[in-house]
């Protein structure tokens, strides 16, 4: 139980770190902060920790000095699953979304965010023992890996279909002259791209661990090619 404790502070903790470090870039980029941009930050975080939870089980096969992590997927996942409600749920709160409209119950994109939010819903509850004791071992981890997988794949599409206007605009004119730093890139970038990177690395595991790990490293430097190109872009 005291083991458990700690294992939630500790995911707690890295999460409203996650939380306040998207929350500090996107007050540098907007000059502002409010509830519409918290939302971006909830939304990030509860992105970047089902990412993280998806890449953990690969980087303790890779690395054995991963292994202890493996221990806070369970936490993160649940943690993810809170900040990912809460986006849902201040989403409604914001008026230019409206929400409550006929318009917003045809957008496939919304529709895509709340079935990943039903699946990690899903997935918290039946993170406990008894769901493993009621279904056994082997489908309750089925339910687990699969269900986040499919979540991800779920939110990196409401991401995408939603985004990639502002990224294409972002590459071609710049950041908009309304931005206090307008040299930023958006924030939506930065956590779609280490999600594409998990689904990358993940992919690359069914190539067997060696050239799994030479793709582990490839995309890495890709990832990090592409965070400098997003930021230098407007620089050189
Ligand atoms: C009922 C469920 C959901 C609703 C109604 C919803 C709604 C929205 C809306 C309106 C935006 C646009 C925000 C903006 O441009 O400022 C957005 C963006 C986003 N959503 Fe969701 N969403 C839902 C579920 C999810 C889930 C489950 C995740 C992740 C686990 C997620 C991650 C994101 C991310 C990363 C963005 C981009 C934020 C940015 O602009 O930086 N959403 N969502």
């Given at each position: 139980?005291?083991?458990?404790?700690?294992?939630?502070?500790?995911?707690?903790?890295a999460?409203?770190?996650?939380?306040?470090?998207?929350?500090?870039?996107?007050?540098?980029?907007?000059?502002?902060?409010?509830?519409?941009?918290?939302?971006k930050?909830?939304a990030?975080?509860?992105?970047?920790?089902?990412?993280?939870?998806?890449?953990?089980?690969?980087?303790?096969?890779?690395?054995?000095?991963?292994?202890?992590w493996?221990?806070?997927?369970?936490?993160?996942?649940?943690?993810?699953?809170?900040?990912a409600?809460?986006?849902?749920?201040?989403?409604?709160?914001?008026?230019?979304?409206?929400?409550?409209?006929?318009?917003?119950?045809?957008?496939?994109n919304?529709?895509?965010?709340?079935?990943?939010?039903?699946?990690?819903?899903?997935?918290?509850?039946?993170?406990?023992?008894?769901?493993?004791?009621?279904?056994?071992?082997?489908?309750?981890?089925?339910?687990?890996?699969w269900?986040?997988?499919?979540?991800?794949?779920?939110?990196?599409?409401?991401?995408?279909?939603?985004?990639?206007?502002?990224?294409?605009?972002?590459?071609?004119?710049?950041?908009?002259?309304?931005?206090?730093?307008?040299y930023?890139?958006?924030?939506?970038?930065?956590?779609?791209?280490?999600?594409?990177?998990v689904?990358?690395?993940?992919?690359?595991?069914?190539?067997?661990?060696?050239?799994?790990?030479?793709?582990?490293?490839?995309?890495?430097?890709?990832?990090?090619?592409?965070?400098?190109?997003?930021f230098?872009?407007?620089?050189?």
């Amino acid at each position: 139980m005291k083991e458990q404790l700690k294992r939630y502070g500790i995911s707690l903790i890295a999460s409203f770190g996650i939380f306040a470090i998207l929350s500090f870039y996107l007050f540098l980029r907007r000059g502002y902060y409010d509830l519409f941009i918290a939302n971006k930050a909830l939304a990030g975080t509860a992105f970047v920790l089902l990412a993280f939870v998806l890449l953990v089980g690969l980087l303790a096969r890779y690395f054995v000095r991963f292994d202890g992590w493996l221990i806070y997927r369970k936490e993160i996942g649940i943690v993810a699953f809170v900040f990912a409600l809460a986006h849902g749920v201040v989403s409604f709160l914001i008026p230019q979304f409206n929400l409550f409209s006929w318009a917003a119950l045809a957008n496939v994109n919304l529709w895509l965010g709340g079935l990943a939010l039903l699946i990690l819903l899903f997935l918290t509850v039946i993170s406990g023992n008894w769901a493993i004791q009621k279904f056994g071992v082997q489908k309750w981890w089925f339910f687990q890996q699969w269900g986040a997988r499919l979540a991800l794949i779920l939110v990196l599409y409401h991401v995408f279909l939603m985004k990639y206007g502002g990224w294409a605009d972002w590459f071609i004119h710049g950041g908009s002259k309304t931005l206090a730093r307008p040299y930023l890139p958006p924030l939506s970038l930065f956590s779609f791209l280490p999600a594409i990177f998990v689904v990358v690395v993940r992919l690359g595991e069914f190539f067997g661990p060696k050239i799994g790990k030479v793709i582990f490293f490839a995309s890495l430097s890709l990832l990090a090619a592409a965070y400098l190109i997003s930021f230098l872009w407007w620089l050189v």
